[in-house]
């Protein structure tokens, strides 16, 4: 690389993360004003809407949920010892 060029992709690269960061802000903003928490809103939450009549409501909470782990295989250990102190 060329050292007249060493700023120019230094600006490009710190413009580039900034674009990428006011997305994430803005999607969080617009997750709000819809009513979801998207820090905390679990996705399978969502399949739980047609219970309550909400079904129009599940394209906007599908895109501000996260990915739970529903289907994980418990991992069951076979022994576990409790120390009490004190």
Do not use: I
Request: charged share 20%; net charge negative; aromatic share 6%.
């Amino acid at each position: 690389m060329l050292p007249n060029n060493r700023g120019l992709v230094l600006f490009l690269t710190s413009s580039l993360l900034a674009w990428v960061s006011s997305l994430a802000e803005d999607a969080v903003d617009t997750c709000y004003n819809a009513g979801f928490d998207k820090n905390s809103l679990l996705c399978s939450n969502c399949d739980n809407l047609h219970e309550f009549g909400l079904d129009s409501l599940r394209s906007g909470c599908e895109s501000c949920c996260v990915q739970d782990k529903v289907n994980e295989v418990t991992k069951k250990h076979h022994f576990a010892r409790l120390e009490v102190c004190g």
